[in-house]
């Protein structure tokens, strides 16, 4: 008889191909996050749904405010419709193909690359670059920004992606598998391109926004969760405080869901994050997030980048966990 050259021990983890697709998928996106060397060459699947969602947008988004709201709702069924059938069709091809493309719909390196470079072009190239690159990913005017308010943008930034970019892929992923996590995605990037609240989209984009905010209403708390409990894990933050700023703050929030990674964050790093800001030159009296200083540092960007990592290691064991 012949030896095994490999124990069969090493196999058992795809005899649910669940949890692997999970390991891999999350190794992944931490090990190359999106490649510019690949994504300079083919178009990155948002981009592709951006892109058929503009289309929609400049060719159906017309008439009365009805007739708008009509369509914006069959655009968002549309949209549902086919990412379920993509992700039925991939899910397919096997658990290798399936675990590449939630990598590549999960955002954990890449948003923790994006909001890295706030504190390093603070640090490096001053406040006009800051404000540059901050830019880059948050919807406010920066234009105006001090530097403390450059920090506290990407500190936001990196508390809400947390739970839209990683914890609600993650969280579709075990509910519904990979036509969930298209789903999410689909909403969430319909929400973000016309899910506005001028004059063209408040009636098209009503149906998007309301979808967006249902199907991030669990992730959401779950990431608050998530953060008070890894901030059990890391020196120098704060879990009560953590606990305490969700509790008190994270529902008077303009958004029924950002406020929670949000204060989970602002507390565990007695920081206070959100409150008023501009958006397209109007001022939004916003509640602020944790009651600690407002005048935050580059430092403390490290720091919340700190406490981001340790929470998508623990949100991504948790899954694992949970499907095991």
Known sequence: MGTRLVPPQVFMIFDNAIPAVLVVAVALDWLIGDPRWLWGRLKHPVVVLGSLIDGLDRHVNRGSSGRRRVAGFAVLVTMVVLATAAGVLLASLGWVVEAIVLAILLAQRDLHDH??????????????????????????????????????????????????????PLFWYVVAGLPGVLVCKAVNTLDSMIGHRDSRHRAFGQASARCDDLLNLLPARLSAMV??????????????????????????????????????????????????????????????????????????????????????????????????
């Open 227 to 324: 953060v008070a409990g890894a901030s059990m894990l890391m020196a120098g933050a704060d879990p009560r405080g953590s606990w305490r700023a969700v509790w008190r703050d994270a529902r008077h929030h303009k958004s029924p869901n950002a406020g929670w990674p949000e204060a989970a964050f602002a507390g565990a790093l007695g920081i206070a994050i959100a409150g008023p800001r501009r958006y397209g030159g109007t001022l939004v009296n916003d509640a602020w997030m944790g009651e600690g200083r407002a005048a935050c540092t580059p430092d403390d960007i490290d720091t919340a980048l700190h406490l981001y990592v340790r929470s998508c290691v623990l949100a991504g064991g948790f899954c694992v966990l949970l499907i095991l």
């Open 115 to 168: 909001v890295k470079r706030v504190a390093t072009a603070l640090r490096r190239d001053g406040l006009a670059e800051g404000r540059r690159v901050v830019g880059h990913i948050v919807g406010r005017d920066t234009g105006q920004l001090g530097s403390h308010g450059v920090c506290r943008a990407a500190i936001e930034s990196c508390a809400e992606n947390f739970a839209d970019g990683v914890v609600a």
